[in-house]
């Protein structure tokens, strides 16, 4: 049982490129989220989904689409990196909406030149 | 929007001291959670608060949830090297049907042996 795991670790972008982060959760929980965590904010929700098939979007969704086609999988990208988006992402996921703990992954440090 | 302030943002102290840091907010929260981030690591749940003035302990660790149900305030006892880390308050919403969390900024807690 893995929990909750994250590729890549670390990724360095020009920008403009492009690329996708992937989720992956072994709980077979319904809810996952990708948060970006930058120096002295805290984390903020980019994008969740409530189940496999369906995506909604979080506090800071400009620059990045999701994609939940198989339930343990949940996609984050970024279609044109920009330095904006240079923070470390991370993927959580809840097995329902009235379970407050959320598990969270170990984090992909993105840094966008 | 939701939103929970920290304070402090950071902490330096010796080890063996204890630790008191707070979370408040301008809205009710009905629950009140505490992450830890170790360096390199995703958040990691601490203590769950559910009740109004309830107080919970995890090991060295006690938090306790506010009677006005705005605030939260973890302490830490006669600290050690292994609690050097990030220590995120967290409290779940509903929005759309959809259960998240809202992150305090974090207090840096750094500990000189």
């Known amino acids: 049982n893995a929990g909750v795991t994250q590729t890549p670790k670390f990724r360095v972008l020009k920008t403009g490129q492009s690329m996708t982060l992937l989720c992956a959760q072994d709980?077979?929980?319904?809810?996952m989220y990708w948060y970006r965590q930058d120096p002295g904010m805290g984390l903020r929700l980019i994008h969740y989904?409530?189940?496999?098939?369906?995506?909604a979007k979080g506090e800071v969704p400009d620059g990045y689409n999701v994609s939940r086609l198989k339930k343990q999988n949940f996609l984050l990208g970024l279609e044109s990196a920009a330095p904006s988006q240079t923070s470390v992402y991370f993927c959580?996921?809840?097995?329902?909406?009235?379970?407050?703990?959320?598990?969270f992954g170990p984090g992909t440090r993105l840094t966008v030149l | 929007g939701q939103q929970l302030n920290q304070s402090p943002q950071s902490m330096f102290i010796q080890e063996g001291e204890d630790v008191s840091m707070n979370c408040t907010s301008s809205s009710i929260f009905n629950t009140w959670l505490w992450y830890k981030q170790d360096p390199g690591e995703g958040p990691v749940l601490l203590i769950a608060l559910y009740k109004a003035g309830e107080l919970t302990s995890n090991g060295r660790l006690t938090a306790q949830f506010g009677i006005t149900r705005k605030d939260s305030f973890l302490n830490i006892s006669a600290s050690i090297p292994s609690d050097v880390g990030i220590y995120f308050c967290?409290?779940?919403?509903?929005?759309?049907?959809?259960?998240?969390?809202?992150f305090g900024q974090g207090t840096r807690l750094t500990i000189n042996p």
């Open positions: 967290a409290g779940p919403y509903l929005i759309q049907g959809a259960q998240k969390l809202v």
């Open positions: 989904s409530v189940g496999e098939g369906t995506t």
């Open positions: 709980m077979n929980h319904e809810y």
């Open positions: 959580a996921s809840t097995p329902s909406w009235v379970t407050d703990t959320q598990y």
